[in-house]
């Protein structure tokens, strides 16, 4: 990772113990120069988003890698963009999404209407989320969700990732994907709804089930 770093990244030597500090304070030593602080940086996100593009990418390897390295780049090169009174987590996936996003428009990949859902008559105090946490740890069940999964759209998809793998909360997957917390259960009601149809067979109720 280090051998594509801008020279202007100097190898800052503090007594800093950079596993305590908080991801945003990390930013702000990245903002000074300081390359610890990115590897240490690096080290907490590069699997997880790597994971996260691996699936929205339709499991390329490949482009998966070139984006982790696009986006580690944009943090190296504008790191002062970053505001350090809002969460990097959520900052650092805004940014991920949205180079997804930008990937399916330039492929032209066409979003169904349905990523719009928040504006059915449903709203985040009338959702009750159908229960799929109870069975994530289930091998075999989170094999079929996550293939599942994968044929949801853009939108869909990454909604999903956002809230059972990266397990973001819904205000800040609202955040993440620039609308309100009522679409984000609206969204995620109706995933949920048609990947239980999908799934029924591990529906505890289901007499094939076990």
């Known amino acids: 990772m280090q051998a594509f770093l801008p020279y202007r990244i100097n190898h800052c030597m503090f007594s800093t113990n950079y596993k305590k500090l908080k991801d945003e304070a990390l930013m702000e030593a990245i903002n000074k120069?300081?390359?610890?602080?990115?590897?240490?940086?690096?080290?907490?996100?590069?699997?997880?988003?790597?994971?996260?593009f691996y699936r929205m990418l339709g499991k390329d390897e490949d482009k998966a890698q070139d984006f982790l390295q696009e986006l580690f780049l944009k943090i190296v090169e504008k790191p002062h963009l970053f505001n350090p009174?809002?969460?990097?987590?959520?900052?650092?996936?805004?940014?991920?999404?949205?180079?997804?996003?930008?990937?399916?428009?330039?492929?032209?990949?066409?979003?169904?209407g349905d990523c719009y859902i928040g504006d059915y008559n449903v709203t985040a105090n009338d959702v009750v989320l159908p229960n799929i946490e109870?069975?994530?740890?289930?091998?075999?069940?989170?094999?079929?969700?996550?293939?599942?999964?994968?044929?949801?759209?853009?939108?869909?998809?990454?909604?999903?990732?956002?809230?059972?793998?990266?397990?973001?909360?819904?205000?800040?997957?609202?955040?993440?994907?620039?609308?309100?917390?009522?679409?984000?259960?609206?969204?995620?009601f109706y995933i949920t709804q048609q990947l239980a149809e999908k799934l029924k067979a591990f529906n505890p109720k289901n007499e094939s089930y076990g």
């Open 85 to 112: 009174k809002k969460r990097f987590s959520t900052w650092i996936f805004t940014i991920a999404a949205n180079m997804c996003k930008n990937e399916y428009r330039r492929l032209q990949v066409r979003i169904n």
């Open 33 to 52: 120069g300081n390359l610890k602080a990115f590897d240490e940086l690096y080290g907490r996100y590069n699997s997880r988003l790597l994971h996260y």
């Open 134 to 188: 109870h069975q994530i740890d289930n091998q075999a069940f989170k094999r079929l969700l996550f293939a599942e999964a994968e044929k949801l759209n853009e939108v869909k998809r990454s909604t999903f990732l956002l809230r059972y793998q990266e397990h973001f909360s819904i205000k800040e997957i609202s955040d993440i994907m620039n609308c309100s917390e009522g679409t984000v259960k609206s969204r995620l």
